[in-house]
């Protein structure tokens, strides 16, 4: 009897102090931040900072791959009352979650204040000179020189043939095969080719090496930034090594062949292009810039194109009405075409506006762009609350789309919503905002909506897994990766 009370005891005395333990654990981050902030920290936004070093990483990264986003910050509200902002620590970083449009586009329009702040993997991957982690003065250059070969009226007007038939041979093949196929990597590969051979040009073949390579360096965004053999960011980093090898080939094979035509040469896709601009003081781009160009460039353009035309297949696919009036937009382009003209056109393109919605709506509803990175370069204060100087600041896009204020019933797809209306500054930021506004949106708008003008009105899509879980990482798609079958109609 004895023996058995005293196990009793020292069960509850070793459960007693777990929960200490794991309760000072719970604390100590914050105990560490107020003591290093001193008088500033009851400034901050509430919330908390987690575990030490971890913080609140694991939860975050839970509610992503579980397909609940929207539940870390649930969460944040729930322990501590609603507010305009939340402080935690993720990724390796003190940071301050914001997600009202006021906010938001306060720290996404404020470069002096609020800096781009990209993960460390992402910052060695993407290379010194990518367009998201260069210097304002520097971004500003590169923007002005690399703004007119990518999106300018010219430009696009020289890739639409290539993409519009890169699109309808995959739309064909995908509904020659007897097979279900995975409609996710399906278009991640067709969007690669498009890319592909908009910035590299058709000569320039891809073939399955490069392909690999660059999904292998897509694979690190998600890693721990670890250069060591066995890590997978160590694989990452050497494929990007062999991919910027390759770039750097294709830049002096066109570099040869510019110097061999002479007064001949004529640009012919994006780096030729690139290769041909000049800064006011007369001095090229460099090869290092133009590799980090291309490589954000083809990860820009290819991977969320593909998230957001999977998407908005489904999306028109569960809503037949919105189908058919985006069919008919399509259908009535065509009746006015002119007979003697083959395919789209960039007059076509820009009358698109129902279809336009319906990306819009997609870039809302599917949320396909999280969060971004930003950081401050002072102690800022905001509606009251401080954040401190080198603290990463995140303006959640997927908790700001689903802002009652800014959109009714937020939840429901409805491309009708955006009839005539302007929404408040900094309530869509899907292609960012501000200084940072990606150059190539134009480029990715026009790429879906070829894409979904062929779909619309020559192809059907059926899922095999209708109700398969979804995963938010690195964005949102089904777990199966949308298995099905496409038919032609």
Avoid at 80 to 93: E, F, I, P, Q, S
Avoid at 357 to 375: A, C, M, N, W
Wanted: hydrophobic share 40%.
């Amino acid at each position: 009897m004895e023996l058995k009370m005293m196990m009793n005891w020292l069960v509850l005395l070793i459960f007693g102090g777990l929960v200490l333990v794991f309760g000072v654990l719970k604390r100590l981050n914050d105990w560490y931040y107020e003591a290093k902030l001193g008088k500033l920290w009851p400034k901050l936004p509430p919330g908390h900072m987690g575990w030490p070093f971890l913080g609140s990483s694991l939860s975050f990264i839970k509610d992503y791959t579980a397909g609940r986003p929207r539940s870390f910050l649930k969460t944040l509200k729930i322990r501590h009352g609603k507010a305009d902002m939340y402080k935690t620590h993720l990724l390796g970083r003190a940071c301050v979650i914001v997600y009202t449009p006021e906010i938001c586009r306060q720290v996404l329009t404020n470069e002096e204040i609020f800096i781009p702040s990209l993960p460390k993997n992402i910052v060695i991957l993407s290379g010194r000179k990518s367009l998201m982690q260069v210097t304002k003065a520097e971004h500003r250059r590169l923007r002005r020189l690399t703004t007119a070969p990518v999106s300018s009226h010219t430009a696009l007007e020289m890739y639409i043939n290539d993409i519009e038939q890169t699109v309808m041979n995959g739309l064909e093949e995908w509904a020659s095969m007897k097979s279900p196929i995975e409609l996710l990597t399906e278009m991640k590969k067709l969007t690669f080719k498009v890319i592909w051979n908009i910035f590299m040009g058709s000569t320039s073949s891809m073939g399955e090496n490069e392909s690999s390579l660059f999904y292998e360096v897509a694979a690190g965004f998600l890693s721990l930034p670890i250069n060591f053999p066995g890590f997978g960011f160590h694989k990452s980093f050497k494929a990007r090594e062999k991919l910027m090898e390759r770039l750097q080939c294709i830049i002096d094979e066109k570099r040869s062949m510019k110097t061999r035509k002479g007064e001949n040469w004529e640009a012919k896709d994006t780096m030729d292009l690139l290769i041909d601009v000049k800064d006011e003081d007369g001095e090229e781009l460099d090869d290092e810039t133009i590799r980090d160009l291309i490589f954000g460039k083809l990860f820009a353009g290819h991977e969320t194109s593909a998230y957001t035309a999977m998407w908005a297949v489904l999306f028109l696919t569960d809503h037949p009405h919105t189908f058919q009036k985006a069919k008919e937009e399509q259908e009535e382009l065509i009746r006015r075409r002119p007979s003697t003209q083959k395919g789209i056109n960039l007059s076509e393109f820009k009358q698109m506006k129902y279809l336009s919605q319906v990306i819009d709506e997609t870039l809302r509803v599917g949320s396909i762009t999280s969060l971004l990175y930003r950081e401050t370069t002072i102690d800022v204060e905001i509606n009251g609350k401080i954040i401190p100087k080198g603290w990463r600041v995140l303006p959640w896009l997927s908790e700001l789309y689903m802002n009652e204020t800014s959109f009714s019933s937020p939840q429901d797809f409805n491309p009708s919503r955006w009839d005539n209306v302007r929404v408040k500054p900094g309530a869509f930021v899907p292609f960012g905002l501000g200084n940072r506004l990606c150059p190539g949106s134009d480029l990715a708008k026009l790429e879906i909506s070829i894409f979904l003008h062929y779909f619309l009105l020559n192809y059907k899509v059926e899922r095999l897994n209708p109700k398969s879980k979804l995963t938010y990482a690195p964005f949102p798609h089904p777990e199966d990766k949308c298995l099905a079958r496409v038919f032609k109609v």
